[in-house]
Nanobody, 114 residues
Framework: QVQLVESGGGLVQPGGSLRLSCAAS????????GRWYRQAPGNQRELVAIIRSNGNTNYADSVKGRFTISRDNSKNTVYLQMNSLKPEDTAVYYC????????WGQGTQVTVSS
């Protein structure tokens, strides 16, 4: 059974930083593409960043230069380092991996506000 557990969200002031973690069980993360999505109230879920099985990364234009996705294979965990946070980054952030079907974590709330 595949499980993804996100952590690391919280309340941060504009310009601050947070690091999200997504720990996987039942699947070897390094074999698949790992993705972070986010969903703000009233908006569709959007892809924020992806780390491919070969280590290549891609980012949404809105977060390029501020967010970094990475993976620790020894911990079977994918991270999202978020710097220079803006109020418009406020959303629930979800981890995703696809193997036959899509697996999602429960989400972690990120709120950027002064």
């Amino acid at each position: 059974q595949v499980q993804l557990v996100e952590s690391g969200g919280g309340l941060v002031q504009p310009g601050g930083s947070l690091r999200l973690s997504c720990a996987a069980s039942g699947i070897i993360f390094s074999f698949y593409d790992g993705r972070w999505y986010r969903q703000a109230p009233g908006n569709q879920r959007e892809l924020v960043a992806i780390i491919r099985s070969n280590g290549n990364t891609n980012y949404a234009d809105s977060v390029k230069g501020r967010f970094t996705i990475s993976r620790d294979n020894s911990k079977n965990t994918v991270y999202l380092q978020m710097n220079s946070l803006k109020p418009e980054d406020t959303a629930v952030y979800y981890c995703n991996v696809e193997h036959v079907i899509a697996y999602w974590g429960q989400g972690t709330q990120v709120t950027v506000s002064s």
